[in-house]
């Protein structure tokens, strides 16, 4: 209603229709969608609590808190619908943490929960089992939703999302935020791995099934019974579109496209009964999801029927404009029910309590809200249970019955690009040397979302029961004895084959953007380690572990045979499967796994193009080699892979995080060089300390403190040495965005290293001294400088090193060399 009459004004305005970009909303873009029929007990039942509860109580409902910022005790004193954990977010942050231990918690939240004042509503525990219970240690961890999309198996979606539910409800949880039905249309996004496929019919066909698998199927009395649990579609809608790929961007397409591309799962899975829907930090044509109306209340829970719970996503409100994460009517207005305000829950509660006492709020909107909440806790069985430990089915967490349908969707899930010679599978009695920096690497093979929230900060000792890709193919062959093993491709005697385990490192999210998907640019380790095989005469099989598709020319150049085993989990045992033959040497399982989307011929091309006069791909979707399979790949072009790009643009070393292959490091006197990973990372005598921070999106800033005890550092590094002298000849500068939160109180310095100790530094204590206080602003310093210092700029290993006595408090949003920025830097030099 609103945007029609906003329409006509606009259309009074201009005068002439073809001045108008944005089309009329048209409800009738989208499926009309009958869900299963409400049931007029549960119904009843609802209205009856609702009538009983007060304001306060209802507002309380409506909050969802982290674990961390919520103990049992606020639970009952706010009465908190429903509290989450975040990915890498453990019962008393403990990553150890036993399935008794997060037992224990869901009863001390339900116990407070159920021992209130008045009418008392058990609370609601969601958590991202989004492959596998994936914050549970010694939980089965399936392929990434990528893998699956290859698989084209819906009954093994199905039954993968029905193990989940289980182990999540043996830990006392009862909701699942997934499954996520995106449609990545560029691959450069860090979440390509959590789609399915590009193609839309492909979601689609997936949606339903495993909102059955995990909720049970609607109308059966297994519907939310003991082994399940409730389960998310997300993120509504179009975060698969974003432009560019960028995380929490802009969706840029029409409202057809909207409905029919990014869509296409949502009416599947509301009429299979989904329960909940979690809103997209994107935007649609520049306006933020998490505060539209239209699309939330008209589109969702008007055309399509959806009568179940629409939940926020982590502080997603406070990108909608106007908006503080603690304070966001316009989101509630919007249509979103069940608030997720991970930290600043309390001043929330208080902030939306008094809005609705204003009258900025109507009570029928809370009320909409609160009634949806209690239907599915009604409908999921919570308003009559026990504590959650009383009512787990059986210990399947980690189950070998769970291991052996992971390892079945690794089986399914791998992609054959290239079988020169029918090289696979190979015999059984081959002597294998395995290499590469993901053999042995359960958290690689795992990818994002994997115990931490990136993946990143485990061992394999933090994967009890998986196991890797070397540990797999050790069990394959009939002779362990005549496998070897090492990472950098070294070998005590030849071997016949090499199997090479290359690809990405785990990232999440909008770490995990990408530029382009030039790999061997990336991982030059990875490329040269083919290279040098390839040079030594023995047939290679490659392995690649990717969250999305690459651009590998220069690779599958140097491969005999090329798998894409996708991010397959912790059932390693898998992939060995399709590498080796039976012991009578047929073949073992054929490969069925087919691209979900297409491959890329060139760096740039990361976009699904759904249009005739799309470029071609290297191979489209759908494509994959049978075993057996003869065909090759002729050599493909290269476009000079592996060497920089000629044309001289911005060089970004740091941008969300750091940016391949730069990575970030600090030190002191106690080791000068130690990795930043995770969220919190301090160097060995505790002088400084890296956190991640939020500037614009989720931990896309790092926080470096020093506490004056002594020299410290903190710097971004490559271990190729990195040419710069045609950035300084083209004007270049070295750029900081950077927020000064405290005055330096010793000199601070700012270094290009050309392999330590050559090097030059710049002193930065007088523009700190002036620099304004807690205002981003940017540091840039001619390339020149260093060099006039005596760096050598063509062969530079650390691009920026800040180094400090006192005590300093920075953040960091971005790093970069930009050409033609000398002349305007703050630090300028002569010469
Ligand atoms: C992600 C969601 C996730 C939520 C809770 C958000 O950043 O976008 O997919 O469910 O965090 O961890
Ligand atoms: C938190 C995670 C959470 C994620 C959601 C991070 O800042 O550490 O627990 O899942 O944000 O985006």
Redesign the pocket.
Known sequence: MIRKSLLLVLLAGTGTISALSVAPPALDAWPAVRPPAANPAVEQRVETLLSQMTLEQKVGQMIQAEIKSASPADVRKYQLGSV?N??GSFPQGNKQASVQDWLALADAYHAASTTVAGVSIPVLWGT?A?HGHNNVRGAVLYPHNIGLGATGDADLVQAIAAATASEVKATGIDWV?AP?IAVASDFRWGRTY?SYSEDPARVRAFAAPFVQGMQGKAGTAEFLGPLHTLA?A??FIGDGGTAGGVDQGDTQVSESELAYVHGQGYADAIAAGVQTV?VS?SSWNGQKMHGHRYLLTDVLKGRMGFDGIVVS??NGIGQVSGCANADCVPAVLAGIDLF?VPEEWKAFHGNLLAAVKRGDVPMARIDDAVRRILRVKARAGLLDSVKPSARVAAASVGSAEHRALARRAVRESLVLLKNQGALLPLPKTAKVLVAGAGADDISRQSGGWSLT?QGTENSNADFPGATSLVAGIREAVKDPSQVQYSADGSYRSRPDVAVVVIGETPYA?GQGDRRDLNQALAQPADFALLKKLKDDGIPVVTVLLTGRPLWVNPELNRSDAFVVAWLPGTEGGGVADMLFRTVDGRIAYPFTGRLPFRWPAEPTQAQAIRTASAPAPLFPVGYGLDAESKSTVALLPEFGAAEKPSALTEMVLFERGPVAPWRLSLGDKGGWSQPVSGGMTQSANGTVTVTSFDRKI?EDSRRVVWNGSGIGQVFLQSAQKQDLSAMKAAQGALVIDMLLESRPTKPVELRIDCGYPCGAKANISEVLKIAPLNTWFSLSLDLKCFENAGADLSKVDSGMLIATGGKLSLGITGVRMVPGAAEKAVIRCKG
């Open positions: 989450l975040g990915g991202d989004v935020f996520t959590e998310t997300k993120h979690m930090f996503d982590w997720m929230w999210e989720q």
